[in-house]
């Protein structure tokens, strides 16, 4: 009796045991599982704090990269090697494969059958070895003869091959002897300052600026010979390539992630700044790819809406007229602060670029592609046209009246003049607008100087006149626009544009025979 309580209580004992165990391996398992669900979560916090420090990074490198345009373009050249750009063609060395092995020439012993033994030539062998021995000659010179057909077939393949590679070599150089002659005749157009070429080779320039790789790279280019002034337009990135929010933030208590927009002056600031080194950077990478070029009218459009009519517009945003004497040179030009650089090269930026409001630009890009047409000079005996040269005084005073009346002048006094040209007062009657401008037309064969702006300056300030405007049938030195521009208050109009103005309002067609004028 005694031994079966003593079994029973074991077997309880070992129950409670098991039961002991199965509830630790119970909670084991539970904290495993919280453990591992608290390991889960923490990894997806983990994550996407990574993912909100990764996009924040983003926006730093974008904005650092935004900063440092002009100073990160700088350390290049901009000149083309237009001779390396036709590198000579490698040859590729011929490759034969299995033609390059001669096929091999049977031996007799993969033929002969073998010799019989002494038992084999007691028993007649010796006459079956002649009968198989011949057997195998002929199969022997069969194959020998197979493979001289073949080795005959793989020299003529050879052979082939070899002339087929030799013909494309040949073909190849010959189109790169082409191309470097094409390339020596481009080269020798820029070096004679052929106006089609250095517009090409300009363009070329304009689209291997060192800007952003999501910029815009549509680029036009006028070249005018004489002045050895280029006038480009160029596409300004769009205002949203500014990012407008300043970080981001993971609120994990949330699994939320927020962003704190930029400050619109902020934004507006660094877009006016983009502007400005893409502005700058575009007339350096001009100056520094070209030694000769004296000169670069620039100006920058970018692609808008118009919000209040939904048409597509193209507004100009900066604009600038820079001569090479007054540029910054590159150690300089990683000082400066850019919109501050505009500034002082006196160009004109929009007040609220951001915004797309738009500028008048300095140089009107589709009238100097007017302006700049070679053989616009042409002399008058080669043409019926009237050449302003061969007009008399009394007449050059009618036709250039007559400009100023289509546009809404009411009053013309002529002065006297003390050259060959033509002094005068005009009047418009406008509101707010109106008032007397002075108007000095030059009927000159010669280049017009930066004293004749200044005598036009002396003359609006002795008749108190608004405005001033100087007209010449020829040409205007360098220096005078950008000291018309200080005054504020001039126009300048040389021969092309007086010809042009003459068609646009008059609707006549005119000459300027200059001869020996300088292109």
Same mark, same amino acid.
């Given at each position: ?7 029973? @209580?074991?077997? #309880?004992?070992? +129950?409670? *045991?098991?039961?002991? /165990? !199965? =509830? &630790?391996? %119970? $909670? ?110 002929? @199969?022997?010179? #069969?194959?020998? +003869?197979? *493979?001289?057909?073949? /080795? !005959? =077939? &793989?020299? %003529? $393949? ?125 007339? &350096? ?235």
């Amino acid at each position: 009796m005694a031994t079966s309580r003593g079994g029973r @209580q074991e077997w #309880e004992r070992q +129950q409670q *045991a098991q039961a002991r /165990e !199965a =509830e &630790r391996r %119970r $909670r084991e398992a539970e904290r495993a599982k919280a453990a591992a669900e608290k390991e889960r979560k923490q990894q997806y916090r983990d994550s996407r704090q990574a993912e909100v420090d990764n996009k924040n990074a983003q926006l730093e490198q974008r904005v650092a990269q935004l900063s440092a345009i002009l100073v990160s373009g700088l350390h290049r050249t901009a000149r083309i090697d237009i001779l390396a750009q036709v590198p000579r063609p490698k040859a590729e060395p011929l490759r034969l494969g299995p033609l390059a092995n001669p096929v091999p020439t049977p031996t007799w012993d993969r033929f002969a059958p073998r010799l019989p033994g002494t038992i084999a030539r007691m028993l007649g062998g010796t006459t079956r070895y002649e009968r198989t021995e011949a057997a195998a000659r002929v @199969q022997y010179d #069969e194959a020998v +003869q197979e *493979a001289v057909r073949q /080795e !005959a =077939e &793989r020299q %003529r $393949r050879v052979r082939a091959l070899c002339s087929e590679h030799t013909d494309r070599i040949n073909a190849d150089e010959q189109k790169w002897r082409d191309r470097v002659a094409s390339a020596n005749a481009y080269v020798r157009a820029i070096a004679d300052r052929d106006k089609a070429a250095i517009e090409t080779y300009l363009k070329q320039v304009l689209t291997r600026v060192s800007l952003p790789a999501d910029f815009p790279r549509k680029v036009d280019v006028i070249f005018n010979p004489r002045a050895e002034q280029a006038v480009v337009q160029i596409e300004l990135p769009p205002h949203d390539t500014v990012p407008t929010v300043s970080s981001y933030k993971y609120l994990t208590t949330k699994d939320e992630e927020r962003s704190a927009a930029r400050p619109r002056t902020e934004v507006e600031s660094l877009y006016r700044k983009v502007i400005s080194q893409v502005a700058l950077l575009c007339a &350096r990478d001009l100056f520094d790819s070209d030694p000769k070029l004296q000169s670069v009218g620039l100006n920058g459009h970018t692609h808008a809406i118009n919000p209040a009519t939904g048409e597509q517009e193209y507004p100009c945003l900066i604009s600038m007229n820079v001569e090479r004497d007054t540029f910054p040179k590159d150690d300089n030009l990683s000082k400066v602060t850019p919109e501050a650089c505009v500034k002082h090269l006196k160009a004109i930026v929009s007040n609220h670029p951001y915004a797309l409001e738009p500028i008048e630009p300095i140089l009107d890009f589709d009238l100097s592609k007017y302006k700049f047409v070679e053989g616009f000079d042409a002399v008058a005996t080669l043409d019926s046209r009237p050449d302003l040269m061969e007009m008399s005084p009394t007449n050059f005073e009618h036709l250039v009246r007559q400009i100023f009346e289509a546009q809404g002048a009411e009053g013309w006094t002529t002065q006297q003049s003390k050259d060959d040209g033509v002094d005068a007062v005009i009047v418009q009657r406008k509101a707010l607008m109106g008032g007397l401008s002075i108007v000095q037309a030059k009927r000159y064969s010669g280049v017009v100087g930066v004293n004749h702006v200044r005598e036009l300056a002396g003359a609006m300030e002795e008749k108190k006149a608004g405005w001033g405007i100087l007209i010449t049938t020829s040409w205007f030195a360098s220096g005078c626009l950008q000291k018309a521009r200080e005054h504020g208050r001039m126009e300048l109009i040389d021969g092309e544009k007086l010809t042009y103005l003459i068609k646009e309002y008059l609707g006549k067609e005119v000459l300027i025979g200059i001869p020996n004028r300088p292109h």
